[in-house]
Nanobody, 127 residues
Framework: QVQLVESGGGLVQAGGSLRLSCVASGSTFRLGDMGWYRQAPGFERELVATISREGRTNYADSVKGRFTISRDNTENTVYLQMNSLKPGDAAVYYC?????????????????????WGQGTLVTVSS
């Protein structure tokens, strides 16, 4: 069974930086796409950035040039480096991963993907 543990949230002044981490643990799994989403009070959860296992990245327009997503496949970890933070970036940030569980019975296309969300880490940006 795969578990996600997020860390790195906190309070920062506008213009500051934070680095979020999300570690996947368990056994018999292989990670696929990983990503970060965020949800501010009164708003829907939105995509921040994603990264494929091969390193292809995708960013929301609002964070391009300020945030960088990266991953370490050997450590089953995804990071989000957030620079030049704005009050509008304040939200609960959630890690999201797709993974294959080798305990499943493989189908004709291999092992199916499961989706998993982290518990969320709060980012607060003061103006």
């Amino acid at each position: 069974q795969v578990q996600l543990v997020e860390s790195g949230g906190g309070l920062v002044q506008a213009g500051g930086s934070l680095r979020l981490s999300c570690v996947a643990s368990g056994s018999t799994f292989r990670l696929g796409d990983m990503g970060w989403y965020r949800q501010a009070p009164g708003f829907e959860r939105e995509l921040v950035a994603t990264i494929s296992r091969e390193g292809r990245t995708n960013y929301a327009d609002s964070v391009k040039g300020r945030f960088t997503i990266s991953r370490d496949n050997t450590e089953n970890t995804v990071y989000l480096q957030m620079n030049s933070l704005k009050p509008g970036d304040a939200a609960v940030y959630y890690c999201n991963v797709d993974y294959q569980d080798y305990r499943d019975m493989p189908g004709p296309n291999g092992y199916r993907y499961h989706e998993l969300w982290g518990q969320g880490t709060l980012v607060t940006v003061s103006s």
